[in-house]
């Protein structure tokens, strides 16, 4: 018995390859296009719209030639009916069917995005989620009608490309995590006002806040928002700034009983609670205040792990949280405590409130420790060369300020910050209501309206603020 034609078998080999080459593509788009709805930078988002874009491409003209290649196969004799209207083929009508209604879905969706304009951003943008339902059709395609379905390695590439898109998918439709930027802000009453040196001072709210040491707290005064590390539960402890408005605020104008605004607590700067290695807690200045937090958890808990308290202060009167640290240090089963001054008064008494004269470094950190570290990110970067497994965080310097970019409905105004990519990573900064797609300007789903003022990258009376910069002082609809 004779096996099928040379022709008749390079036609079916070559609509079978072109349709394992479509479902691959529809397959790596459909992921890109999950992946690129989380927060990214915008150059890794500009490659992956690329890729995005090209796989949809080909995977196109790979269900193109799937289809016309099929009408070279004598045993099904589809015809152009077969392969154009679904459900109407005598093999396997229904999987062909799904096969044939993904296939026109797939090109009405590539038709769209050169209409976005007139479809409009918004209706264009939920109209391309169907993009997943592309992918879906053609699985049930391929496991349904495929001459190879039952062959292992087909389902095992079936499985290779819904593993990853289901993961994708899920992340993309749960809830989003506690994250700087998603928990709104609430009322916290003041409770106590505590000076800790010259120029930190605590303020103990209520209600009591669940937090891992070392997160922070997000304070917003006037519009205005700043960061505050947790120094312990339901405490924040604040430096006052000359020039921070925030901060001056809290210092001059907060008494007990008042109420301030605060979203969080955030961060990953966090202590693991489950390591058994020897821990060093190393600081300076105002930096005492996450690993302070830390240091009472092990306490807490009574750990008996090796503790070193490290910290740096200018002098005695700038050094916080002098007396709870040592107390706390005392209160461990293997507590260890070195302080240096850099810049000791003559009040300041060697081996009485400090252990040192000199700066914090690398050298003061016993080897093999779990480092964590807070405090300038030039000093932080001089820890991580000896110790470049460390945990950190670190104090932004103040920058200049730059263009005045107002929220308009939020009542909210900001200096413009060029550490930001664009107007959309602003926005989530200051856990503003900012919608985003591709984070590209393709989807125009960020598209604002400008109340006053240019960016650079305006449209018809608005802008994308997920690729723009302020050209000025900026009024946004947002």
């Known amino acids: 018995m004779s096996g099928p034609a040379p022709i008749e078998f390079g036609w079916w080999l070559a609509s079978r390859a072109a349709g394992v080459l479509a479902l691959l593509c529809i397959a790596v788009s459909v992921g890109v296009g999950l992946a690129m709805a989380s927060r990214m930078r915008p150059k890794l988002a500009a490659r992956l719209m690329i890729v995005h874009q090209q796989t949809a491409l080909v995977g196109l003209v790979a269900i193109a030639v799937h289809g016309i290649t099929l009408l070279g196969d004598k045993h099904l004799h589809p015809g152009i009916v077969g392969i154009s209207v679904p459900f109407v083929i005598d093999h396997a009508p229904l999987w062909t069917g799904l096969g ?4 026109w879905l797939a090109a009405i969706l590539g038709l769209s995005y050169w209409l976005r304009d007139r479809i409009g951003p918004q ?18 395609h391929t496991l349904g009608s495929g001459t190879d379905a039952s062959e292992p390695w087909l389902r095992v590439l079936v499985l290779l490309t819904a593993a990853p898109i289901f993961f994708l998918f899920v992340v993309r439709v749960l809830p989003p995590p506690n994250l700087k930027g998603t928990v709104p802000f609430r009322k916290l009453r003041v409770v106590e006002v505590i000076p800790e040196s010259a120029t930190v001072t605590s303020f103990a709210l ?17 519009g205005q928002t700043r960061s505050y590390s947790l120094s312990g539960p339901g405490r924040i402890s604040v430096k006052h700034e ?3 408005a925030v901060s001056g605020h809290l210092h001059t104008a907060v008494e007990p009983g008042d109420s301030i605004e605060a979203s969080g607590p955030f961060g990953a700067f966090v202590l693991d609670e489950e390591s058994t290695r020897p821990v060093a807690l190393v600081s300076v200045g105002i930096g005492a205040t996450p690993v302070l937090a830390m240091l009472a958890r092990l306490v807490e808990t009574r750990s008996t792990r090796e503790v070193h308290w490290i910290h740096g202060a200018r002098n005695g009167r700038e050094h916080p949280f002098r007396e709870e640290a040592r107390e706390l240090v005392h209160a461990l089963r293997d507590g260890h405590a070195h302080v240096r001054y850099s810049s000791p008064d003559d009040r300041d008494l060697l081996g009485r409130g400090y252990d040192a004269h000199g700066r914090i470094t690398a050298d003061a950190i016993p080897a093999g420790a779990e480092v964590y570290a807070c405090g300038p990110v030039e000093w932080v970067d001089q820890i991580r060369e000896r ?8 104090l932004t310097p103040a ?10 409905r939020s009542n909210v105004e900001v200096a413009w910050d060029d550490r930001f990519a664009n107007l959309l990573e602003l926005a989530e900064e200051h856990s503003l209501p900012a ?5 590209v300007g393709a989807c125009q789903s960020c598209r604002t309206a400008v109340v006053a003022g240019r960016t650079t990258r305006d449209v018809d009376g ?11 002082d900026l009024v946004l609809d947002l």
């Open 100 to 103: 044939v209604t993904g296939g």
């Open 387 to 394: 110790f470049p497994d460390l945990r950190s965080e670190s």
């Open 435 to 439: 919608q985003a797609g591709c984070r």
């Open 242 to 244: 000359p020039q921070g």
């Open 206 to 222: 209520e209600p009591a806040l669940d937090f891992a040491p070392g997160q922070f707290l997000t304070v917003r005064v006037n």
């Open 462 to 472: 608005g802008t994308l603020i997920c690729c723009a910069k302020p050209e000025g």
């Open 399 to 408: 920058r200049p300020k730059g263009p005045a970019v107002t929220f308009a």
């Open 123 to 140: 209706r264009w943008r939920r109209l391309h989620k169907a993009t997943l339902l592309v992918y879906v059709l053609s699985v049930a």
